[in-house]
């Protein structure tokens, strides 16, 4: 049963990694969306390359921001131990 178990947590660690790229990359097309939207409104007309490169910039600190907080252990509120 432990290769079985092995299989099926890789398998969802897989799923979860396409998962969190697929929202990856819908966020950054929407993060595009958002600074070309921007930039007209502020009367600019950027390269297309730049919209891109602060698009993908502001999506991808978003996203580091988003999963910091998970990498912490959980601290005891009554004893203040770990």
């Not at 660690?13 to 600074?35: H, P």
């Not at 070309?36 to 891109?52: E, H, N």
């Not at 999963?67 to 203040?80: K, L, S």
Request: proline share 2%; glycine share 14%; charged share 10%.
């Amino acid at each position: 049963m432990g290769i079985l178990d092995a299989f099926g947590s890789l398998a969802s660690a897989i799923l979860a990694g396409l998962v969190m790229l697929g929202f990856a990359i819908l966020s950054l097309f929407v993060t595009v969306f958002v600074v070309d939207a921007a930039a007209s409104i502020a009367g600019l007309s950027p390269d297309d390359s730049f919209v891109v490169l602060g698009a993908t910039i502001l999506a991808g600190t978003a996203i580091l921001a988003g999963g910091v907080g998970f990498a912490r252990p959980e601290q005891d509120t009554e004893t203040g131990a770990q």
